[in-house]
């Protein structure tokens, strides 16, 4: 798997769906969750996030405890396929 510096973390996400879906992406305690479980709530969460009005260059804040779903918020927020979220640092 060869990825440039500008990758995102969302092309890499989806790529490991693609290539391992069934393989564990993340555990947090007794919770874990498959790359390809993880895409699919990607995708969702960035739906309804599209569905609320937020658009490319939108802000998005976060405010999320280390729980089994930060993966997924934080691709939620950045992902670029489509290109919706830009991530900006301040």
């Not at 060869?2 to 555990?27: C, G, N, Q, Y």
């Not at 947090?28 to 969750?33: F, H, L, Q, R, Y």
């Not at 804040?61 to 670029?80: E, K, Q, Y």
């Amino acid at each position: 798997m060869s990825h440039t510096a500008t990758a995102s973390v969302a092309s890499i996400l989806k790529e490991s769906a693609d290539r391992f879906p069934d393989e564990i992406a993340v555990t947090v305690g007794p919770v874990s969750t498959t790359y390809s479980e993880l895409w699919r709530q990607t995708r969702e969460y960035a739906g309804a996030l599209r569905a609320k009005g937020v658009t490319e260059g939108s802000r998005v804040a976060m405010l999320v405890p280390n729980v089994a779903d930060f993966p997924g918020c934080t691709t939620r927020c950045s992902r670029s396929e489509p290109s919706l979220f830009r991530s900006t640092r301040s």
